[in-house]
Structures are given as structure tokens and as C-alpha cells.
């Protein structure tokens, strides 16, 4: 076997890092839409020691005449992270988020369209998106190839849409959240010709925290982000 075959033969295993919960920390924050068409009320609140959301969006029956009849509303965490500037052959990234719901209500009667939906996105980048149901956990992965030292926004997010095709009726959508887990993984797609430079890279990415957070729930009520729900 010739030393080409003997080096191409080596794997390189990725690197996973665990993201959250909690929700906190250097680099997260919370974030959520703004204010709602007219005849249209909105509820958004944040768990940051679960990752947990609850999303609340309706509309009013017989609103005045040009008012809107779309809207939405959505929550969710993001986490700002700037990819290592070495080593550079570590560029393909992978994140998963898993939802955890609860209860997930949807009103669309007289032929209104309630949805309620799970994202994970590169802010810049198309979402992945999924339909939401009560009670009944999703996965969305999404993956990037990301420039060395540079800095990027993760944001997991859920939320209501509403079409109100039917001004007699009010319209309704909810999403509770119980929690979050966001993870990360990194892939080594250099030079297989060099091993030694992937094992020097497997070193340093181990050494170079790509995310703080807190180590515990426990830790997170200690340091008063409690839970809101």
C-alpha cells in the first residue's frame, strides 16, 4: 500500500459541541418580532434556562374596513460565534436544533390559515422550517461551509402565521415550548495527504472554546434566570 493510500485511509472524526440549554452566557441573547398589523395582538415569552417559548398570536372578528389580514409572530434564541481562524480546514458545520413542544393550539375557523412553525437558521442564510404539532418532538439540522475568523448569528426560533381570509371570525395560534437543545459540529475537509496537520487541528479546536455557557440548569436559577412558565 502506497503512503498516499495509508493517508487517505486516516479518519477524521468531527467535532461536536454541545450549545444549550441554557440560553445564556456570553454571545446568546433572546430576540422576537415586532409589533403586529392593526387588529391583530400578539404574546412572546422566553425561557432562557430550558430554551423554552411560548408564542401567541391572534386576530380580532370584524375588523375595520383595509386593515391587514396577514401577520406573524415568532421568538427565539440566538447565539453570535466567530469561526476559529485556525485551524482553516475546518469549515464544513453542521447544527441541529431538537424542539421539545407542549401544547400547540391552532384556531382557523371559517376557512382562516393558522400555522405554527420550528426554525434553526444562519442569519443570512434560508431557514429550515417545519410544522409544529402538540406534544411531538422535531429535529432540524442545516449545515454551512463558514470562513475562517469570521463572525456569524445562529437563531433558533418558533412562531404563529395568520391569514385572516374570514373577517367574521377570529382567528388563533399558540406554541409552548418546553426546550431546546442546539448543537453544533464541525468536519475536517483538508488535505487528507496530511495527518498530522488534521490531528494538530482536532488539538486546537479542542483547546479553542467555540461556545460558553453555563454548565447547568441549577446554575442558571442560581444566577436568577429562572424559569417564566
Known amino acids: 500500500m502506497s503512503t498516499a493510500t495509508k493517508t487517505a485511509a486516516i479518519p477524521h472524526p468531527p467535532i461536536v459541541k454541545h450549545v444549550a440549554p441554557p440560553y445564556m452566557g456570553m454571545g446568546f441573547s433572546t430576540f422576537k418580532s415586532g409589533t403586529t398589523p392593526q387588529n391583530f395582538w400578539s404574546a412572546i415569552a422566553h425561557d432562557v434556562t430550558r430554551g423554552g417559548m411560548v408564542v401567541q398570536l391572534g386576530g380580532q372578528a370584524n375588523p375595520p374596513p383595509g386593515t391587514n389580514r396577514y401577520a406573524m409572530a415568532y ?12 485551524p482553516p480546514d475546518y469549515s464544513s458545520y453542521v447544527f441541529r436544533a431538537k424542539f421539545n413542544p407542549g401544547p ?35 429535529t432540524l439540522y442545516t449545515d454551512y461551509s463558514l470562513e475562517p475568523n469570521t463572525t456569524y448569528k445562529m437563531q433558533v426560533r418558533c412562531g404563529v402565521s395568520i391569514l385572516q381570509l374570514s373577517p367574521a371570525y377570529a382567528p388563533y395560534g399558540e406554541v409552548i415550548i418546553k426546550d431546546i437543545d442546539l448543537e453544533m459540529t464541525r468536519f475536517y475537509d483538508g488535505d487528507n495527504g496530511l495527518p498530522g496537520h488534521a490531528q494538530a487541528a482536532m488539538a486546537l479546536s479542542e483547546m479553542e472554546p467555540i461556545f460558553e455557557s453555563v454548565g447547568s440548569i441549577e446554575e442558571a436559577q442560581a444566577k436568577g434566570l429562572t424559569g417564566i412558565f
Open 75 to 86: 421568538a427565539g434564541f440566538q447565539y453570535e460565534f466567530k469561526a476559529p481562524a485556525t
Open 104 to 138: 400547540v393550539s391552532v384556531k382557523n375557523t371559517g376557512g382562516n390559515i393558522v400555522s405554527t412553525f420550528c426554525e434553526i437558521l444562519l442569519v443570512g442564510g434560508p431557514p429550515k422550517q417545519q410544522q409544529v404539532v402538540s406534544n411531538t418532538p422535531l
